[in-house]
């Protein structure tokens, strides 16, 4: 019944609902499209609806509110937030931009609106890397997570300034510790570990794979592992049992759950397609500015 009442408002409205992969099982199974945060980017700017409702925490509502300026955007529960892209609330990258005059600064999609609009580049977990090093640059500032700033320098050889010094996501940063991982590659011996780049050093080095959530559920699919940990958020192996049925698919630690992702429930859905509410606003020179900014990003990842 639920269900139903959603697909006829959907239609109703000509509205699409995109949902992050971390999401509940339960709104993804309704979603039109589920992604990383740069494939549901991407999507947004794509999609032929005058209503998208994004599932997903606040700025990936914010993002999809700036790409679509003509559009209806839809966050269904707008406490879901983000405690990663709070260590960039204030104004904290101001204070970066006089003491590195000349670095450019790339700030992660984990990030406020008015953060992605004074920074040089976005980047997500999935785009991070190619973004940096094509910049051609020798030391770059990068923000809010260190853990990605660190797996980006590795990655590329350059000198990479975390802003601030200590942003992390509580998920990965305490529950897909070294600890959680130690214990369950002790609880499960011969299991493959596919981690993503905001967890720490020491758990990405005992991975052999390391990338954003949807290049995860690619890797799961091609590994030949028939039993695979997944260390981030719970919410993933959801999904990568869907897409990998014959493997045996674990999250690293089961309790490692984004409560913010999961503010998100059917009923949101619904009554968010009811009321069109609660709707993104934005103001407008800072999502032309950060549209500029994403535009530009993206853009660069895209060549060759
Ligand atoms: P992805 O872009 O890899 O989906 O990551 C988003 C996120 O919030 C990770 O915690
Ligand atoms: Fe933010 Fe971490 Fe939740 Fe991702 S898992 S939305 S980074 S708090």
Not at 194 to 221: C, D, I, K
Request: include cysteine; charge should be neutral.
């Amino acid at each position: 019944m639920l269900y139903e009442e959603i697909a006829r408002l959907k239609k109703l409205r000509n509205a699409v609902i995109l949902a992050h992969n971390y999401q509940l099982p339960e709104v993804q199974d309704v979603a039109d499209f589920v992604g990383d945060s740069l494939e549901l980017a991407l999507k947004a700017q794509e999609v032929d609806a005058d209503v998208i409702v994004m599932a997903g925490v606040k700025f990936m509502a914010e993002m999809v509110a700036a790409l679509n300026p003509d559009k209806v955007v839809i966050h269904p529960n707008s406490y879901a937030g983000c405690p990663l892209a709070d260590f960039l609330n204030g104004g904290v990258l101001s204070g970066y931009r006089s003491k590195f005059p000349g670095e450019p600064l790339v700030v992660y999609v984990n990030s406020p609106i008015e953060a992605k609009a004074s920074a040089d580049y976005v980047a997500t977990s999935s785009s991070a890397v190619k973004l940096v090093s094509r910049l051609g640059a020798d030391r770059v500032l990068f923000g809010p997570d260190r853990n990605l700033a660190e797996f980006v320098a590795e990655k590329t050889g350059v000198e990479v300034i975390p802003v601030p010094p200590n942003g992390h996501c509580p998920v990965h940063e305490f529950l897909i510790s070294r600890y959680y991982a130690e214990k369950a590659l002790e609880e499960h011996p011969g299991a493959e570990l596919v981690v993503h780049p905001e967890a720490p050093r020491e758990v990405r080095r005992m991975a052999s794979f390391v990338g954003s959530t949807s290049q995860m559920l690619e890797y799961v699919q091609r590994t030949r592992a028939s039993k695979v940990l997944l260390g981030t958020e719970e919410g993933l192996a959801y999904r990568a049992r869907k897409l990998a049925p014959g493997k045996e698919i674990l999250p690293l630690n089961a309790r490692a759950v984004c409560a913010d992702m999961k503010k998100i429930t059917p009923r949101h859905l619904l009554e968010s397609l009811e009321r069109l509410e609660p709707k993104v606003t934005l103001d407008p020179r800072i999502a032309s500015r950060a549209r500029e900014v994403i535009e530009r990003s993206l853009e660069l990842v895209r060549r060759g």
